[in-house]
């Protein structure tokens, strides 16, 4: 009686070994000699900014003998779950680890604990307040916050009020930025008012959006918005959208997706800092694998910053940075 | 008939209650063995899924009580993050970890006091209590963190959750031996106290248990309160993992500390729980979510899998129940 009770679990996991079999072989080395098994953790999966990353890092795969495993924490902008995928493939002994961390002091303990067991750690995207990594391969933040403050002010000819919403407590990458904005708009252009500069949109879009909904209530006079990143930027276009506004403020956002793109050219973003984050997946895995080769590798490597506009977003170069095609790179 | 053949085995009677988790991690364990031979059951590893499973683990002692007595508790993952805060903020202020530690328990334990006293004394349902707690604690964690993480030296509790050689006892972290022993010692007073039986009572039938003179109101404070400091001591050993506070951590662990109850037997209608099945069904998603981690299966299918576990394991459930009863 029991154990024919106990038998739909078994098969539920006789069909997870089936499930499991087959992931496992789609995401496994698709070089032919990989010599290096590496993990590559981002700091979520969902982004289309993290998907470019992931392209890059494949690009990089087909080309050097190394095989990647892309794996993000369970819950996206989780710490403790980044720690526990960290965790787990220091146990599964990879050759090397690349990461994006969702915290510059939470995940120290855990990728100094895989550099004492002979790991190292190439750093991408996102700092940490830890040097014994390899590379630190990245945006510089703060000029991409610089770069957006002299568009912005310049949008609105130099004087007016603006306000920014922010990303999430703790998230480094954008906090430079918020913090490269903040600095230029007030050393470079006096007569620009920052009216709100300190408000967190939250982790997902969907709380930015309703952030942004509530920061456009209560500041009905505003001249230009920045936002520092994809899922704040998108918000705050809904949010426009809604509320009949898009097109009237200066607006100049972070990151491109399709959606934001539409925004860009409907006259509805008047700029976009675009970072190369496909280039940030490649270097970071080509400088593991120099790395991990005995080669020196630079401690920090810039992939720098373009400002889209609607004039230049069609353009080859522009184009480059925001088409990557996932079908091409991930299946 | 062959009731006789079970009965004979000598430890039948101790396992049976807990024979639907303990299969599950088992499969769990051979799947992920099969696949990943190496690594899988290594010592490392499995020292590193016990260190993953102290937070949930450590939720789900509390959360057994809370649920046995047919109540329910959504606010233990922000209870968790307001934990952690606070003894980051201690720490911060320079005082000792031991004050720290305090402080975050103390901090769920009056989380779970106003929970118990609004569910007991205000006669609000423990859902929609414990959905008012989620939010005030969360936001008080924002608020006193200043909606950052605070960075403060944690001293040992770090170390209580190090699977460093220094910090280990008998090849596990300190925090996964205090979490066994806790979980024994509720385990005892769930079972062998009056706390524990009038919890059952409760969970059963609250007006038979009020006609057969238990003290529902009081019984029920006391659970919360248990509860919170469980959430407490989870934000405590939260901190120590983190070496941050962190005002966002544990946003909807409070699902995953129910899920590992759940799959450990407990019974949403109340009347049935047992912590070692909890600690089962946490060790089965700590070892779920690290397996698809070694053998790369994205994070999507994970969730399926987790999803598809909890309905399963309530069903298995349900089923041995009508089967017994017919």
């Known amino acids: 009686m029991i154990p024919r009770s106990l038998l739909p679990l078994a098969l539920l996991f006789g069909s997870l070994a089936l499930t499991a079999c087959g992931s496992g072989d789609a995401e496994g080395g698709s070089s032919e000699e990989a010599k290096y098994e590496l993990a590559v953790i981002p700091k979520g999966t969902s982004h289309e900014f993290w998907k470019s990353v992931h392209s890059g890092a494949r690009k990089a795969e087909m080309e050097l003998p190394v095989s990647i495993t892309w794996m993000g924490p369970s819950k996206e902008d989780d710490r403790i779950a980044q720690i526990e995928v960290v965790d787990n493939f220091i146990s599964k002994g990879v050759d090397g680890i690349v990461i994006s961390p969702l915290d510059d002091t939470a995940l120290v303990p855990v990728l100094k604990e895989a550099k004492a067991e002979g790991i190292p750690v190439v750093v991408v995207d996102?700092?940490?307040?830890?040097?014994?990594?390899?590379?630190?391969?990245?945006?510089?933040?703060?000029?991409?916050?610089?770069?957006?403050?002299?568009?912005?002010?310049?949008?609105?000819?130099?004087?007016?009020?603006?306000?920014?919403?922010?990303y999430f407590e703790g998230s480094a990458s954008t906090s430079k930025r918020e913090i490269g904005f903040l600095d230029t708009i007030r050393d470079e252009f006096p007569k620009v008012e920052v009216v709100s500069g300190n408000q967190f949109g939250g982790a997902t879009s969907d709380e930015c959006y309703q952030t942004a909904e509530n920061l456009l209530i209560n500041h009905q006079e505003i001249d230009g918005i920045f936002c520092a990143c994809e899922p704040t930027t998108f918000g705050m276009l809904r949010a426009l959208q809604d509320s009949d506004r898009a097109g009237k403020v200066r607006f100049v956002g972070f990151d491109a997706t399709d959606k934001l793109l539409e925004g860009l050219r409907a006259g509805e973003i008047d700029g976009l800092v675009l970072q190369d984050p496909f280039r940030m997946g490649e270097l970071a895995v080509q400088r593991m694998v120099e790395h991990l080769e005995g080669k020196p590798v630079d401690k920090f490597v810039d992939t720098g910053v373009t400002v889209a506009t609607q004039e230049n977003v069609d353009t080859e170069a522009i184009r480059a940075l925001w088409n990557v095609d996932f079908d091409k790179w991930l299946k | 008939?062959?009731?006789?053949?079970?009965?004979?085995?000598?430890?039948?009677?101790?396992?049976?209650?807990?024979?639907?988790?303990?299969?599950?991690?088992?499969?769990?364990?051979?799947?992920?063995?099969?696949?990943?031979?190496?690594?899988?059951?290594?010592?490392?590893?499995?020292?590193?899924?016990?260190?993953?499973?102290?937070?949930?683990?450590?939720?789900?002692?509390?959360?057994?009580?809370v649920i046995a007595s047919g109540?329910?508790?959504?606010?233990?993952?922000?209870?968790?993050?307001?934990?952690?805060?606070?003894?980051?903020?201690?720490?911060?202020?320079?005082?000792?970890?031991?004050?720290?530690?305090?402080?975050?328990?103390?901090?769920?334990?009056?989380?779970?006091?106003?929970?118990?006293?609004?569910?007991?004394?205000?006669?609000?349902?423990?859902?929609?209590?414990?959905?008012?707690?989620?939010?005030?604690?969360?936001?008080?964690?924002?608020?006193?963190?200043?909606?950052?993480?605070?960075?403060?030296?944690?001293?040992?509790?770090?170390?209580?959750?190090?699977?460093?050689e220094d910090y280990r006892i008998l090849g596990l972290p300190q925090a996964v031996w205090l979490t066994l022993l806790l979980a024994i010692l509720l385990g005892l007073v769930l079972r062998h106290t009056v706390l524990g039986s009038h919890t059952l009572a409760i969970g059963s039938n609250e007006d038979t248990?009020?006609?057969?003179?238990?003290?529902?109101?009081?019984?029920?404070?006391?659970?919360?309160?248990?509860?919170?400091?469980?959430?407490?001591?989870?934000?405590?050993?939260?901190?120590?993992?983190?070496?941050?506070?962190?005002?966002?951590?544990?946003?909807?662990?409070?699902?995953?500390?129910?899920?590992?109850?759940?799959?450990?037997?407990?019974?949403?209608?109340?009347?049935?729980?047992?912590?070692?099945?909890?600690?089962?069904?946490?060790?089965?998603?700590?070892?779920?979510?690290?397996?698809?981690?070694?053998?790369?299966?994205?994070?999507?299918?994970?969730?399926?899998?987790?999803?598809?576990?909890?309905?399963?394991?309530?069903?298995?459930?349900?089923?041995?129940?009508?089967?017994?009863?017919?």
Not at chain 2, 21 to 28: A, I, R, S, Y
Not at chain 2, 103 to 111: I, L, N
């Open chain 1, 126 to 166: 996102s700092g940490v307040n830890w040097d014994g990594y390899e590379s630190f391969v990245a945006t510089d933040n703060r000029q991409g916050g610089v770069v957006a403050a002299r568009h912005l002010a310049e949008l609105i000819g130099g004087e007016g009020k603006v306000m920014m919403m922010r």
């Open chain 2, 71 to 164: 109540g329910i508790d959504l606010s233990i993952g922000s209870v968790i993050a307001l934990a952690s805060v606070v003894a980051a903020a201690v720490a911060k202020a320079g005082y000792d970890p031991m004050l720290c530690a305090m402080a975050g328990v103390a901090t769920g334990a009056v989380c779970g006091l106003v929970n118990g006293l609004v569910i007991a004394r205000l006669g609000v349902i423990p859902f929609i209590a414990t959905l008012g707690m989620m939010g005030v604690a969360r936001g008080v964690a924002k608020w006193l963190a200043s909606e950052q993480k605070i960075d403060a030296p944690a001293g040992w509790l770090e170390n209580l959750m190090s699977k460093a």
């Open chain 2, 1 to 65: 008939m062959n009731a006789s053949t079970r009965s004979s085995l000598p430890l039948w009677p101790a396992i049976r209650p807990i024979a639907g988790p303990l299969l599950g991690l088992l499969l769990v364990l051979g799947l992920f063995w099969f696949l990943e031979p190496d690594a899988f059951l290594s010592a490392r590893n499995l020292r590193t899924v016990s260190v993953q499973t102290v937070i949930v683990g450590l939720g789900a002692i509390g959360m057994t009580f």
């Open chain 2, 209 to 326: 248990a009020r006609l057969c003179g238990v003290r529902v109101g009081r019984t029920k404070i006391w659970i919360y309160v248990l509860c919170g400091i469980f959430g407490g001591l989870a934000g405590v050993m939260t901190f120590g993992r983190l070496t941050v506070g962190d005002p966002t951590t544990a946003i909807g662990e409070e699902l995953d500390v129910i899920a590992a109850v759940v799959i450990g037997g407990a019974s949403l209608a109340g009347g049935e729980g047992r912590i070692a099945g909890s600690i089962l069904g946490a060790l089965l998603m700590a070892f779920l979510a690290n397996g698809c981690n070694l053998t790369g299966v994205p994070n999507y299918v994970q969730e399926i899998l987790i999803g598809v576990i909890i309905v399963a394991a309530v069903a298995v459930d349900r089923y041995r129940h009508r089967t017994m009863e017919a």
